[in-house]
Structure formats: structure tokens, C-alpha cells
């Protein structure tokens, strides 16, 4: 029993409880969505399996499963089955990253166990934007792979909005990294805490509430949501690059959606809301004398914030038609993108003049 | 009309064969010769003291009998003086062709390619005369000829794809379609030689999720820009007016519903209008008014419904479902008045069905009531949306010109700013005794057809709130025994009554010899119905012009040049419903 297997095992079970919980969490989104979009169109949403239709999930899952495995005649196999898993890891990778909770670390047999962060490693964000520009590549070999016409247009928007806004993305987080000075997500949470006024999109001396829009945006078009989802646009490509997938494949691709969803928001809570922390002062537990529990306190706002974020998702998708291909790279290149670039400027400035 | 057929004729002493003036149904047909059409319909088309601009359609009527067999119909209708003139020359049957008038009316292209896939009449000039609504390889003859038997000729045993036990399966080939069947669909004849270019041909439909129907288009395609747009249509055709021909007139009405099944009611009201004409008689005014109001709400059904659809197309998902809780209100309102929800079979010649009850007159107005506000709702969420105004704005522009050019009719003409509506023009209904406005656009945009069905859905409520208040007492069938089966109680207990009763049940109604076109305000345009009756019971031939299958003859001019999103809106900005399209 070496020092080496050990942190082996405590790394696997801290992947299989986060994995667990972002897998649980998409089983919910996929119930949730309907549910919330149905109370907004004024129905109901899923209500035949189990009690207000809650075991949906499960049964959607099961039937996914249980679907036949159709491969397009002409289709390249090996890319055509290479695809949906090229989406699908980078999606759940970026997590390893993602600290959860307070950074309470204890010794267990003589290492340092972090609980709720996988990997605190220093170039953290940077590691989650190289893995998403990766999963682009499941969309485009899926779209290519496909022999479908559709399914090719599909994948070259893919490839196309994917470049746009993944520039933005990183652009609009470059102001937090000014601040925070670091790459790593434990850090810059960490520099958030106490209270909102310290969060990030409020922050002295250079409020990133700009940069904080052009992230919303842009991660909504990278995870190809409504009102950026053209290369599954239903009405016109038919569903785009997966209009030739079935079964497991296609669930692969929807669950990396929906991880992707759950990365994003995860994302924007720890750069721009301020991660774990509460918006006010320390937590209630510690105030009460249970400061042993403080870590569940900051896990629920964590939770919540990331939340809220997933709501705005399904908001808009009830709200908003979508964009067309020209608008939306017109809208990336020619709003997003000088606003994320003088968002910098002004950051590099206010930093520059107001040191802390 | 006078002054203009007697310019006519001397103008063209021997095109002009002779004029058929029917004072009765204020309708003039122009016999002329087939060899001086094109000079004719120049004329017609273009002296200031006709403007016949508009062709409203092409019909063909076969008569074995006569030397001179295919006649060929031309309806044409000027929108500045607001009449119509018939057109009809003869071709011979060992030579049936006649000069094409796509040259002088955009619009012939689609109505003369039908013409020949119906009738066998080949057009002179046509730059593309292919089978429209048949299949390409169809090869059993021209179905609306008399000599074809209305059961067709036995050719389903040969669908390739209904398998067949004593067949051995058809080998599946993987290979590229060849060609010279790709060249129909391609913009240039040839490739230029100078630059290579990659041209991406994109079959759409018929199995798509947003073709509304079973459409198909054809897209060559630069990137995702649209070099040309191919309508295949047909899917859907199912022969009305083959079938009709073997149908008494009262068991057509059903046959309607089926047309534009979105809009049932309209389609009903457009038949029986164009019977009515046909017979000469007149409506009770209670029965006109049960019209109107439901004729108005059935086109809110058919707007609410195209709302949805056209904002799903563009991708607003809540749009739909809201239309849908309000159309479901009107919908349990027509289940009350005639018991069906969708194929409503509740105009009769003569009259309507049943009566407005007062339960349902009060829960018209607690709709009515409440509708503006729904309007409202909708537009909350699409009318001043930046990524709507996007989507709809600038894209798929058409001319006053050109709408009127292709024939276009209803808000897609109404869109490009040109203000022809039937209801306001030839009034019919209670129409004129009410007080409405017809919206009118500008720009002949998206947005500007979104934005004139969103007001003539208030002007509709405007209108039914009117008929609602001024409903008059009274019978709601015409008194015409010898063409409207009298009441029950009557038949049961008058020996006259009950001689009529028998004769239209065991024979139809038989209208005079005589023809007539009438057309009718439907929510998507101009639904007109041209009868040909030979005095019996059934009509000789009867010719739908279904605004649908006219607007996809506009479709390549309006598309090329935009991209595939935009394909999508426009079909839903033609309010595009297959059924009608097809027939």
C-alpha cells in the first residue's frame, strides 16, 4: 500500500462521487427542462412516469439504451463512432477542475485530501477551455461522419460558432484573470469571498458585469442552446449533426450537452459569482457555532448559483427564437468581441491605476 | 367591360372568335383563337384601358366530342379596374399546344405545367414543362381527360415500393444519382467551364420537420446560400377535381374540407358561394351573417395556427403553444355549432347547417373579449424582439410587382403593399355592412406579411363583434325547392315538398348550363372555384385555384440569393397547407 495507490483511490472516489453528481444532475436537467418549459407554455410536461413524471429521466435512459445502433450506410464506422465520445469526455473532464466547496483539506493516511475540488491544479480554467474546444471535434466528425448532407451543414456551423465564441468565452474571462491573478478556479473563488460586493461581476475597481454578459452569451451559443442552436436548428438541418445517431450515441451527444450545460454554469458561478462564497460575509453556520458545517452552507450556494444559471438556460430556450448563421457570426465578431476586448483594456486600466 | 370587348374586336378581328356576355353572373368570356393568343394576352395585359395584370388561373376543360377537343381557360382579373375576363381558346386533340403566356404572366409557369400534367396541353415557350402534381415517370395518360376512368387505371399494383410477394427484392444501390436527373434542380444548364464550382444539391422534404407537409424542395446550394429552389410537388394529390366530377355538387362539400384543412370553413364558404352562383339563388340575411362570423373565425383559427408555425419555424417554441390554447377555444366553439373540430362540413348550399345557439353567441363573446389581450401576449414576445425583427425583416422580399406578376393573392400581396382583398373588393357575406380596415404592408417582407396577419386577426374579432350585435332573426337555409332540400316537417307532411325531397336525394340538384368562377377571401388568399355545368347534377369540371399551389410558383424567386434558414420562413410566411396545394 504505497503513498501512490492511496492517492490513486481517493482521486477515483472523489471522480465517481463528482461524476455521479454532474450525471444525476443532467437526469434532472433533462426533467427539469421539460417541466419548466411546459409551465411556461402553459401545460404540463412529462406527467405519465411515476408521480408527476419524475422517473422520466430513467425511462427515457432505459428506451435510449434499449434503441437499435443504426450506422448510416457510408458512413465512416470508426469516426462515426469516435464522435459522440469525443463530445462526451471533454464535457465531463472539465469538472476535475471545478471546486464545489470550501477548500477544507485533511490528512488521511499521511496525504492531503482536498474534498471538494479533484484537482486544484494552477492553470485551471485554461484546462477546461482547451477540453471544450476539443469537443467541437466530436460535432464536426459527427456531422462529417454521418454521410448526410444535413448532418454536414450541421457540423460546419458547428465548427464555425464553436471558433467564434470559444474566443469569446476566453476573452470575457480574462478580466476576472487580471484581478484574480491566477489561472487556478480554487484561487479565484477563493479572492471572492466576502460577501457579493467581492464577486467578480461587482468588484472594485473594475465591475466585470460586461465581460459577465458576453460570457452568458457566448456560453450559451457554445453549448449550442437556443437561441444559438444551428447546428441542431430542428427546422432546418432536421437535428443537425446527430440526425443520423441513435440510441447510445445519440444519448452520448445529449448528455454532453447537457454536461456541457452543467460545465458552463459551474463556470460562471466560480469565475463571476463569486464560486462557493455567500453573498454576505463569511457563512450562517460559522455565525451559530457550527462552523464544522460551514462547507454545506457554501456547497448550497454553489449549487444554487449554478442553478439559476441552468434556469436562464431553459428561459431563454422558452423565450427566444433563434438566430440566423450570418446574424449570429455578426454577432460574435462584431458585437461580442470588441466588448470582451475593451472589457480588457478597461480591467488592465482600472488594475493598473487602483492597485490593490 | 363594353367599350374594352369592342376595342377587342376590332382590334383582332380574327383573333376574337366570339364574347360570351352572362348578365346574370356579370362574367365575360372571350373566345379566341389558340394561334393569336400571345398577341391577345399582350394587349390584355398591357393597354391602359384593360390591365389584366393579374392572372388569377389556368384551367383546361376536355370536350371529346368536339373537332376543336381541348379547351384551355385563361381567368385573368385586373386589379386596377377590379374586373375579370375569361379567356378561353381551343386546341385540337392530335396537336394540343398553345403559346405559353409565362412571358407575360410570371404566374403561368406553375398553372400552365399543371395544365399539361392534367390535361395533356402541351405550352409553346414554357421553359420548364414537367409533371407537377403526377409523378415524373408517370405514364398512364392525363388523368382529367374525360377517357381517363376517375378509379385510375389499375397502376397502384405497379408502386415500386409497395413490396410484392412474387417479386424478388430490389437490389439497394448505394451510387450517386446520375446527372442529367440532378439537371432539373441546377440553376445553370452546364457548368462553366472557367471556374469550378461545388454546388451542393439538398433534397428537403417530403419527410421533414418543417416542410408543412409532405413538400419537397430541391436546393442547389453556394455554401448555405440558395443558388435555386425547386418546389416537387404532389405528395398530397388526391384528385379532387377528377373526383369531383363523378360527385353530385352537395357531396362535394366534404371533398373541401379536405383542401385547405387548416382553414376547413373557408374552403366550405368558397364552394358553396361558387355553387350559389352558379344556381342564382339568395341567401337568407341570418344564414349570410352565420357565414361571415364563422368564415372570420375560422381565419383566426387559420392565422393562430400559421403564428405558431412560423414562429416555431424561426425557433420560438412558446409561441406555438399559446396560439394553440386559443385555437383550441374557437375549435370547442365549431365542435358546439357542427359537431367536428377540423373537417367541419357546415356550409350548405343555400345556407348553413345549424343555428348560433345563445350559449354560443355569449361564449363568442367572452372570446372576443379577451382575444386583443392574447394578441397582445403574442406580440410580447415576437413583435419587438431584436432576434424576430432579424429573422423576419428584409428576408424573402417580393414586389408589389412581382407578387402581382406570379398572381399572388391574400397577405402575400397584400404584404408588398397592394390592397386586394376579396372581401372588400366584389363584397360578399355581410362584408360590406360592416366596418372593417384592410391592413396593408410595404416592404413585401416577412415582417410585413407576420404583421398583417396579426392585425387582420383584430380586424376578424372587429368583425365578428359587429355581425354578433347585429345577428338578424330568420331562417338560416334559402327557399329554393327546387335546388335546397326543404325542411323535414315540411317533406313529412306537403306532397310538393316531398317531390323535391326526392328528386335531389335520388338525383342532385341540377344546375342551368352555364359556367361561373368565384372566388373567395380565404385566410391564406384568393380561393376561387371555376364550374363548368352541362345542366346535369354533376359538375362537368370544376377547377380549384388554390392560393398555395400559386404562392410555390413565386417560391424560387423568393428564396434565391437567402439562406436555408430562411427557407423555412418562407414557407411559413406563405401559410403554406399541402392539402390545398396538392389537392
Known amino acids: 500500500m504505497t503513498e501512490l495507490s492511496l492517492r490513486l483511490a481517493v482521486s477515483l472516489a472523489q471522480i465517481a462521487a463528482v461524476m455521479g453528481v454532474v450525471m444525476l444532475t443532467v437526469m434532472i436537467l433533462t426533467l427539469a427542462e421539460r417541466k419548466v418549459l411546459g409551465w411556461m407554455q402553459d401545460r404540463m410536461g412529462p406527467m405519465e412516469v ?26 465512416n464506422k470508426f469516426m462515426f463512432s469516435l464522435a459522440p465520445i469525443l463530445a462526451m469526455v471533454p464535457a465531463l473532464i472539465g ?18 485530501v482536498e474534498p471538494f475540488v479533484i484537482s486544484d491544479i494552477n492553470i485551471g480554467i485554461l484546462y477546461i477551455l482547451a477540453f471544450a474546444s476539443i469537443g467541437a471535434y466530436g460535432i464536426i466528425l459527427g456531422g462529417w461522419a454521418s454521410n448526410s448532407k444535413y448532418s454536414l451543414l450541421g457540423g460546419l456551423r458547428s465548427a464555425a460558432q464553436v471558433i467564434s ?50 460570457y452568458v452569451i457566448s456560453a450559451v451559443a457554445e453549448t449550442n442552446r437556443v437561441p444559438f442552436d444551428l447546428p441542431e436548428a430542428e427546422s432546418e438541418l432536421v437535428a443537425g449533426f446527430f440526425t443520423e445517431y441513435s440510441g447510445m450515441r445519440f444519448a452520448f451527444f445529449f ?99 487602483f492597485p490593490r | 367591360m363594353q367599350p374594352l370587348i369592342e376595342t377587342l374586336m376590332t382590334r383582332f378581328p380574327r383573333a376574337v372568335l366570339s364574347v360570351e356576355a352572362d348578365t346574370a353572373r356579370a362574367e365575360v368570356s372571350v373566345r379566341i383563337a389558340a394561334d393569336r393568343l400571345i398577341e391577345v394576352a399582350r394587349f390584355l395585359h398591357d393597354a391602359p384601358e384593360a390591365l389584366f395584370d393579374h392572372l388569377s388561373d389556368i384551367c383546361s376543360v376536355d370536350y371529346p ?13 385586373s386589379l386596377p379596374y377590379r374586373r375579370r375576363l375569361r379567356l378561353k381558346a381551343r386546341v385540337p386533340e392530335d396537336n394540343p399546344a398553345i403559346a405559353s403566356v409565362t412571358g407575360i404572366w410570371k404566374g403561368a409557369e406553375f398553372l400552365e405545367r399543371e395544365v399539361y400534367d392534367m390535361m395533356g396541353i402541351t405550352f409553346s415557350g414554357h421553359p420548364d414543362l414537367r409533371r407537377i402534381l403526377m409523378p415524373e415517370d408517370y405514364a398512364e395518360g392525363f388523368p382529367l381527360r374525360k377517357d381517363f376512368p376517375a378509379e385510375g387505371r389499375g397502376w397502384r399494383s405497379q408502386f415500386d415500393f409497395i413490396p410484392r410477394l412474387d417479386e424478388a427484392p430490389v437490389e439497394q444501390t448505394d451510387s450517386e444519382i446520375p446527372e442529367r436527373d440532378k439537371q432539373a434542380f441546377r440553376a445553370e444548364a452546364a457548368p462553366s467551364s472557367s471556374r469550378r464550382r461545388e454546388e451542393l444539391l439538398l433534397n428537403m422534404g417530403p419527410q421533414h420537420p418543417s416542410t408543412h407537409g409532405v413538400l419537397r424542395v430541391v436546393l442547389e446550394l453556394d455554401g448555405e446560400r440558395i443558388v435555386k429552389a425547386t418546389p416537387d410537388l404532389g405528395y398530397l394529390h388526391r384528385g379532387v377535381e377528377k373526383l369531383s366530377e363523378g360527385l353530385a355538387y352537395m357531396q362535394i362539400i366534404p371533398h373541401t374540407d379536405r383542401l385547405d384543412y387548416v382553414c376547413a ?65 374557437l375549435l370547442d366553439m365549431f365542435e358546439k355549432l357542427c359537431g367536428a373540430r377540423l373537417t367541419l362540413n357546415y356550409y350548405r348550399i343555400g345556407g348553413v347547417d345549424s343555428d348560433f345557439t345563445p350559449d354560443l353567441v355569449l361564449r363568442l363573446k367572452t372570446f372576443l373579449d379577451t382575444f386583443p389581450e392574447k394578441v397582445k401576449e403574442y406580440d410580447s414576445l415576437i413583435a419587438s424582439n431584436r ?110 315538398s316531398l317531390i323535391h325531397h326526392f328528386i335531389i336525394f335520388t338525383q342532385g340538384l341540377k344546375p342551368p348550363k352555364a359556367e361561373t368562377y368565384c372566388a373567395t377571401e380565404a385566410p391564406k388568399g384568393e380561393l376561387g372555384f371555376f364550374i363548368v355545368s352541362d345542366g346535369s347534377a354533376r359538375p362537368y369540371r370544376l377547377k380549384i385555384r388554390s392560393p398555395s399551389f400559386v404562392h410555390m410558383g413565386a417560391f424560387d424567386h423568393m428564396a434565391r440569393g437567402y439562406l436555408i434558414s430562411d427557407i423555412i420562413t418562407i414557407f411559413g410566411t406563405y401559410d403554406i397547407v399541402m392539402g390545398e396545394c396538392d389537392r
Open chain 2, 387 to 496: 432576434i424576430w425583427l432579424g429573422r423576419t425583416k428584409n428576408v424573402a422580399v417580393i414586389s408589389a410587382e412581382d407578387a402581382i406578376s406570379f398572381g399572388c393573392t391574400g397577405p402575400v400581396l397584400r404584404g408588398s403593399g397592394v390592397a386586394y382583398d376579396i372581401r372588400k373588393e366584389e363584397p360578399y357575406g355581410v362584408y360590406d355592412k360592416v366596418d372593417w380596415e384592410v391592413p396593408v404592408g410595404k416592404n413585401g417582407d416577412t415582417y410585413d406579411r407576420y404583421w398583417i396577419r396579426m392585425e387582420e386577426m383584430r380586424q376578424s374579432a372587429r368583425i365578428i363583434r359587429q355581425c354578433l350585435d347585429q345577428l338578424p332573426a330568420g331562417p338560416i337555409i334559402a327557399d329554393a325547392p327546387q335546388y335546397i332540400p326543404p325542411p323535414k316537417q315540411h317533406v313529412m307532411r306537403d306532397m310538393e
Open chain 2, 65 to 77: 366530342e368536339d373537332r376543336q377537343r381541348f379547351e384551355v381557360v385563361y381567368l385573368l382579373h
Open chain 1, 165 to 214: 465564441y470559444e474566443l469569446n468565452v476566453g476573452l470575457a474571462i480574462v478580466g476576472v484573470l487580471i484581478l484574480a491573478g491566477s489561472l487556478s478556479l480554487v484561487k479565484i473563488t477563493e479572492a471572492q469571498s466576502g460577501g457579493f460586493w467581492h464577486w467578480y461581476v461587482f468588484a472594485l475597481p473594475a465591475p466585470q458585469i460586461f465581460a459577465f454578459v458576453v
Open chain 2, 265 to 329: 370553413m373557408a374552403n366550405n364558404y368558397a364552394y358553396v358561394r361558387a355553387v350559389e352562383k352558379l344556381l342564382g339563388i339568395t341567401i337568407p340575411e341570418r344564414a349570410e351573417y352565420i357565414r361571415t362570423i364563422v368564415a372570420e373565425m375560422q381565419r383566426i383559427v387559420g392565422h393562430l395556427f400559421w403564428l405558431g408555425t412560423q414562429a416555431l419555424d424561426i425557433g420560438a417554441m412558446t409561441v406555438f403553444f399559446w396560439t394553440f390554447r386559443e385555437r383550441e377555444v
Open chain 1, 50 to 75: 411515476g408521480p408527476y413524471g419524475i422517473l422520466q429521466p430513467i425511462a427515457d435512459g432505459l428506451k435510449l439504451f434499449f434503441k437499435e445502433d443504426i450506422v448510416p450506410a457510408g458512413a
Open chain 1, 255 to 353: 448528455i454532453a450537452e447537457y454536461a456541457n450545460m452543467v460545465l458552463v454554469s459551474c463556470v460562471a458561478a466560480a469565475m463571476f459569482l463569486g464560486g462557493w462564497n455567500a453573498p454576505y460575509p463569511g457563512t450562517i453556520l460559522e455565525h451559530v457555532g457550527l462552523g464544522q458545517f460551514a462547507w454545506a452552507e457554501n456547497i448550497a450556494w454553489f449549487t444554487v448559483k449554478a442553478y439559476l444559471f441552468l434556469f436562464l438556460f431553459f428561459w431563454l430556450r422558452a423565450t427566444l427564437p433563434r438566430l440566423r448563421y450570418d446574424q449570429l457570426m455578426k454577432f460574435g465578431w462584431k458585437v461580442m468581441l470588441p466588448i470582451a476586448l475593451g472589457n480588457i483594456v478597461v480591467t488592465s486600466i482600472a488594475v493598473y491605476l
Open chain 1, 95 to 112: 469538472f476535475a477542475v471545478i471546486p464545489f466547496g470550501p477548500s477544507n483539506k485533511f490528512e488521511l493516511f499521511g496525504i492531503t
